[in-house]
């Protein structure tokens, strides 16, 4: 960003719904029912509100394993079936069941150890998901990307060792594929073949400096990346060039996730604990916020089902 360029700035003070999540993820915008899609992989729910309704039309469906992120399945009413990210892999939610059914595992099924984290699907329709170690173990780079082919749904490792590997998405023309890892703190680049999907000429896009972790991002209709920021009570808006550009500010500390709804942009956190900060930071933690900041997120891809 040039010395003469004003960075944007947003404040957000109060939460649009606020239901305890221990770890609020994946904010998905549900276009054929208005509804905002989002998880709590600590406590394995999967929630959606009714944004026609507001905030007391959450509802939610608890699962037995850590649930990470959803997506929807092309051709199929999201309002019956949805792509989720689970423990071990990818599966199909029955939405009025509550059941689900893996379509596709990890390459290292008996890993107790490991567990899904954030994806999406991609131009092709293959989805994209990254591995990491499990709530309550100790930390280690163990985890992978994978990448579930859209031929055969089995999981390709694209990247390894990662320790917390984070958000996917593409740049507006779709020539350009994003992957936050988060402990590294950065967000990489490749070209992107919208041929056969090929990634080539890997590239640090940004670099982030500050006690914070970049988490999920979303990217808008003019290119611009939408970080949270886990433990910096902040959104980046990173420009095209991989310049900060705009700062969300946010009253808790852990934001996780992005999600565009028109030009509303909404964000789920995590919980802290209390002595983690300030009282009002812990008792709005684990809140899903929303602020207006004028711009469009871009649709997202919907993962091809084989059945």
């Not at 009025?96 to 994806?119: I, W």
Request: hydrophobic share 35%; charged share 25%.
């Amino acid at each position: 960003m040039s010395a003469q360029t004003e960075l944007q700035e947003w404040h957000v003070t109060e939460p649009y719904l606020h239901i305890q999540c221990a770890l609020g993820e994946g904010p998905f915008y549900e276009a054929a029912t208005n509804s905002l899609r989002f998880v709590d992989i600590k406590k394995h729910r999967v929630h959606w509100v009714k944004l026609d309704e507001g905030p007391e039309s959450v509802t939610t469906v608890q699962l037995d394993a850590p649930v990470t992120v959803t997506s929807d399945i092309e051709g199929v009413d999201p309002r019956e079936r949805i792509l989720i990210g689970i423990k071990y892999g990818i599966a199909v939610l029955d939405r009025t069941t509550g059941k689900y059914e893996y379509v596709a595992r990890f390459d290292d099924p008996g890993n107790e150890r490991l567990r899904s984290n954030d994806g999406a699907a991609d131009p092709h329709g293959r989805f994209w998901l990254g591995s990491m170690t499990d709530i309550g173990l100790d930390l280690q780079p163990e985890g992978h990307l994978y990448l579930f082919g859209d031929a055969s749904p089995t999981a390709t490792s694209m990247r390894h060792p990662v320790t917390i590997p984070n958000s996917v998405g593409w740049s507006p023309d779709g020539k350009t594929m994003y992957f936050t890892h988060s402990t590294e703190r950065t967000i990489y680049a490749w070209d992107y073949s919208q041929t056969d999907g090929k990634l080539t000429n890997e590239r640090v896009f940004y670099r982030h400096v500050g006690t914070g972790e970049p988490d999920g991002f979303r990217v808008d209709t003019d290119g611009n990346l939408w970080q949270a920021v886990y433990g910096e009570s902040r959104v980046l808006k990173i420009s095209p060039r991989g310049e900060l550009v705009g700062l969300v500010h946010l009253p808790t500390h852990n934001i996780t996730c992005t999600q565009f709804v028109g030009t509303d942009l909404f964000m789920t956190s995590a919980k802290m604990e209390k002595g983690d900060g300030p009282d009002e930071a812990v008792a709005l933690s684990g809140a899903v916020f929303k602020v207006d900041v004028g711009a469009r997120g871009l649709e997202p891809f919907a993962f091809k089902l084989q059945e």
